[in-house]
């Protein structure tokens, strides 16, 4: 299984940006799909995730402000995320998890906001 995320770039801060996350596999494989992001000299957080059902979870800090949606079409996950802000630089990973609880993870995307 392959995970191509994209879309990551240098924005403005108030700006706004779509990730991708391109599956080689059906992401109907997956009972879960998340994005995750690091900055430097920080520990890897978990930002979004969308569960098979449709739900979806996010870290306080980006609620309002992400939003994580699918496209069962395409097999894309995708990232809106709009106001965003310095603290929001960061390199951002998709991963999947799938029914017996395996992670697969995809390379990252930077993502670095101007002030």
């Known amino acids: 299984v392959q995970l191509q995320a994209s879309g990551g770039g240098l924005v403005q801060a108030g700006g706004s940006l779509r990730l991708s996350c391109a599956s080689s596999?059906?992401?109907?494989?997956?009972?879960?799909m998340h994005w995750h992001r690091q900055a430097p000299g920080k520990q890897r957080e978990l930002v979004a995730t969308?569960?098979?059902?449709?739900?979806?979870n996010y870290a306080d800090s980006v609620k309002g402000r992400f939003t994580i949606s699918r496209d069962n079409t395409k097999n894309t996950v995708y990232l809106q995320m709009n106001s965003l802000k310095p603290e929001d630089t960061a390199v951002y990973y998709c991963?999947?998890?799938?029914?017996?609880?395996?992670?697969?993870w995809g390379q990252g995307t930077q993502v670095t906001v101007s002030s």
């Open positions: 969308i569960i098979s059902d449709g739900s979806t």
């Open positions: 596999l059906s992401i109907r494989f997956f009972d879960s």
């Open positions: 991963a999947a998890r799938d029914y017996i609880l395996k992670n697969y």
